[in-house]
């Protein structure tokens, strides 16, 4: 099973992919690819706090941040989310606050 959410400033997308697995996928679009590897910079540091149940991985292809998540159970899947977007949160408006990067 898989279900998508696309809009104006990016897309999700769940899916099932066995009874015990579920996947997340995020992509978030940045006005630079400087920006995306900023917010990569800022927000790969963060482990998963809970060994097992659930993996995270950030990558950069272009302007865009990819996350994607697998995990054993939602509860564990959507607790990852919310944090992450309210780091995601905060890198945007701090990059919002002070500006573009220098070159």
Known sequence: MRAEAMGASGAAGVTATSRSALAFELKV??????????????????PEPRKGGITKELTVTEDTLHVRWRADEARILRVSINSFLEHLSLVVETMDLFGPPMA
């Open 29 to 46: 679009p940045f006005p630079s690819s400087s920006l995306a590897q900023i917010a990569l910079g800022s927000l790969s540091p963060d």
